[in-house]
């Protein structure tokens, strides 16, 4: 892969000229300037989404959950928290589309890094809302503070999802800063409290060396520093499943597991991303073919990666079939959920594993059409891990009402899952719409093919 | 100069002793004025007079009253002293009879299908006869589930008992998926229980009433050893209900366990009948003990009912 980089970057990055700066500039400021009919419909229609999932909520809260969700005393956990992994995993976007491509220099990073960093940001802020929205009591929130205890794994992610949101939060704002003083020079039929934002918001960035000096040093500090916190997060979130002594999650491997599915779905949302970015704002320039070419490539590394951990949680412990596991497993291989479990298998693992190998199938349009099986398939696969698992407990559920033995999720719990996606795409779009989704002066650097001059975008 | 100095702090430290002092008397004064005259607490409770009428009075007026025995925060979370409680269940003697299900229920004022004790039909192997087995929370030495809890909402009573706090508990239910028992239970709200709570909430007129009350809505609840009633040398409700006697509630530094009719030297029992814990091997250290469904009092016959059909 290292020989291809260096072919490639020999190859397409020229010598960077004042005149090609602007015109890039105009390209990657254009969707600020305006919104289209198409644009104002679709913030329209993720809108109404979350404010139905607002409503769901606000139902949810005031007629009781027995009455407006599927949950009950043996799967007391159900979509809420099964979203809440899926979403955390997406937001180690940045993790592994940005800072991961960045400290080891595939170069091709450049256009990609704000998407992911948006992507993560969003993600871990729904993540966030989709724990306080599972929790009984929400109005004892505060109780995590005055009463809160260091041995419970519930602290330990409330700390590392608030510390990465804190990290997300900076990592995006920090090389957005020269992007807004881009903004504030070379738009100007802007609404006047637009232009004052990113007057505030540049914090009066002069782009001087000594500036783009700390600037750069920050970003780097920061990449180093959201790695760990990254994969500290995703960790955190499978030891709340790994430190019970249910035997489907009680896994030395699950924090790896985790971690490395993470890694396939942050690939396969941002392949998406990239195709919607590309394609809605005439990025094509910047968002090239080979950057399909690239995260395909990254999909079935991490496919197989993740196909590895997956043969771990599964077989391994499937080739013993202990009682405490045959409950479990025989439901997901020939059981109930069989053909569930199968399905989310072949397109969650053998789809990104193997599809993407061939040359042609790393075109823009049929990669995005995988990475949406990938994605979807991702997000069952979490159900499968949370909600089987409570619904085959050690002692045999009995004499229960039909609905306590088997999970359905309901109308409003699905609302509410709904909502927080949409949030995502919601808070992504409109990002894009204030702010440049591509960051001008990262893919200005990548063109001066090394070079230590730091221009002065004026 | 520095004579004046040291006379006028002198001054001022009598002077505040003095305040101090007045201030003390004050507060002994008030004190013992108010324990003179009973606080009347406006909770009726029914009690039955000796001419065999049923009547209601103020609860102040009655001693030793489940209600009145209102534990601190305090005392709540430390457990009684010199007590170490422990359970013993004769599988042999289980016939499903639901009895301690109901008595349960009854005693904390909650509905089926919600149940702090089950009984489960198991079977170890084919060859082997299936058995009844009564099952609620164990209240392990080990107990996973106070262990993940992020805010102390349950917690271990140096009585042995694993207690919760209703008023502490964010209902974030981790607790419960630590329970390898599934011995938990969630407050969702069901409309029939909340109107139940409010009609009956304050009901203590059942003869094993427990002043535990059901959890509140959003908290968890479980088996709590009918914590006032263990404490007051009562037998909890399933214990009382239980037609066979096959629960036995005791103290292990007493070293006794009880069904009301039979008491047994604890050790003897365990050891010289094979006792055993669930799940020994996943290290919670249950306090409740199984004695093996051997030379059964009754045959095996199967349920042909399901209880909880209704949601």
Redesign the interface.
């Known amino acids: 892969m290292s020989k291809e980089k260096n072919i490639a970057e020999s190859t397409k990055y020229e010598t960077f000229t004042q005149e090609e700066y602007m015109v890039m500039k105009d390209d990657l400021l254009r969707p600020i300037e305006k919104t289209g009919k198409w644009g104002k419909i679709w913030i329209a229609f993720l809108t109404v989404i979350f404010l139905a999932g607002v409503i769901a909520y606000y139902l949810q809260e005031s007629l009781g959950k027995s009455v407006t969700t599927g949950l009950s005393d043996y799967t007391m956990w159900g979509v809420y928290i099964s979203n809440f992994l899926f979403l955390v995993a997406l937001s180690l976007s940045s993790v592994f589309m940005s800072a991961v491509l960045k400290l080891t220099h595939f170069e091709w990073y450049r256009p990609l890094s704000r998407i992911a960093d948006v992507i993560s940001l969003s993600s871990i802020t729904m993540a966030g809302i989709c724990i306080m929205i599972s929790m009984g009591r929400p109005d004892r929130l505060y109780f995590l503070i005055i009463h809160g205890r260091i041995q419970s794994p519930i602290v330990w992610d409330i700390i590392v999802v608030a510390t990465y949101f804190a990290a997300c939060v900076l990592v995006l704002f920090i090389a957005l800063i020269p992007s807004l003083s881009t903004c504030k020079n070379h738009l100007t039929n802007l609404p006047k409290w637009q232009l004052k934002m990113y007057e505030i918001l540049s914090f009066g960035w002069k782009g001087t060396a000594e500036q783009w000096k700390i600037l750069k040093k920050t970003v780097n500090i920061l990449t180093v520093l959201v790695i760990p916190l990254g994969i500290a997060l995703r960790t955190v979130s499978a030891w709340l499943f790994s430190t019970t002594l249910r035997p489907e999650w009680d896994s030395t491997n699950f924090g790896a597991y985790f971690v490395s599915g993470s890694a396939l779905l942050t690939v396969a949302v941002m392949i998406i991303a990239v195709y919607a970015f590309r394609k809605i704002y005439d990025l094509k320039k910047y968002l090239t073919n080979m950057h399909f070419d690239k995260m395909g490539q990254a999909m079935v590394l991490f496919g197989f990666v993740y196909a590895y951990f997956n043969i771990n949680e599964y077989l391994v412990p499937a080739y013993k079939m202990s009682s405490l596991h045959a409950n479990h497993l025989l439901n997901l291989f020939v059981g109930e959920d069989a053909l569930f479990y199968w399905l989310v298998v072949l397109f969650g693992i053998a789809v990104p594993c193997i599809l993407p190998m061939f040359k042609k199938l790393r075109k823009p349009f049929t990669l995005t059409l995988i990475a949406v099986a990938v994605l979807i398939a991702g997000w069952f696969k979490f159900y499968l891990i949370v909600i089987p698992g409570l619904s085959h407990p050690l002692l045999p559920i009995q004499d229960v009402p039909p609905s306590w033995a088997h999970y359905t999720p309901s109308t409003i719990e699905m609302t509410i899952v709904a909502a927080t996606i949409a949030g995502i795409m919601l808070l992504v779009t409109v990002f894009s719409k204030y702010f440049p989704i591509i960051s001008v002066w990262e893919v200005a650097e990548g063109k001066l093919e090394g070079k230590e001059e730091i221009i002065n975008y004026k | 100069m520095e004579k004046e100095n040291n006379n006028s702090s002198r001054r001022n430290f009598l002077r505040l002793g003095a305040l101090g002092g007045i201030a003390l008397a004050g507060t002994a004064i008030a004190k013992a004025v108010t324990d003179e005259s009973p606080k009347t607490t406006g909770k009726k409770v029914k009690v039955l007079t000796a001419d065999g009428k049923l009547i209601e009075v103020d609860s102040s007026l009655v001693d030793h009253h489940a209600s009145n025995d209102k534990f601190s925060k305090e005392e709540v979370r430390q457990g009684i002293e010199g007590k170490k409680f422990i359970r013993v269940i004769d599988l042999a003697k289980c016939a499903n009879e639901r009895k301690c299900v109901e008595g349960c229920q009854k005693a904390h004022n909650y509905l089926a ?2 149940e702090y004790i ?5 079977q170890n192997s084919a060859l082997e006869s299936p058995y009844w087995f009564p ?1 609620m929370c164990y209240h392990c030495d080990n107990p ?1 589930c106070t ?7 349950t917690f271990k009573r140096s009585d042995g008992i694993v207690a919760m706090d209703y008023d ?7 607790c ?3 329970c ?3 011995a ?8 029939e ?2 109107k139940f709570t409010e009609e009956h909430g304050k009901d203590t007129s059942d003869p094993n009433h427990c002043a535990t009350p059901y959890a509140q ?4 609840a479980k088996c709590d050893f009918c914590t006032d009633r263990s404490a007051k040398g009562l037998l909890p409700a399933c214990v009382v209900e239980c037609p066979n006697g096959a629960i036995l509630h005791g103290d292990e530094l007493e070293d006794v366990v009880t069904n009301g009719e039979d008491t047994f030297r604890l050790k003897k029992l365990l050891q010289d009948r094979g006792a055993y814990r ?2 020994e091997e ?1 290290g ?1 250290k249950p306090r409740v003990y199984y004695l093996p469904p051997v030379a059964r009092n009754f045959p095996f016959e199967d ?1 042909t009912e ?6």
């Open positions: 299908p919600v089950k009984v489960k039909k198991m099952t996973p262990k993940v809890c992020p805010v102390d909402a502490r508990c964010i209902g974030c239910k981790f419960m998926a630590a390898p028992y599934s938990r239970t969630f407050n969702f709200g069901r409309p229980q909340i809505e959003g908290t968890v669930q799940f996943l919670t349920a399901a209880h909880n059909t209704k949601e």
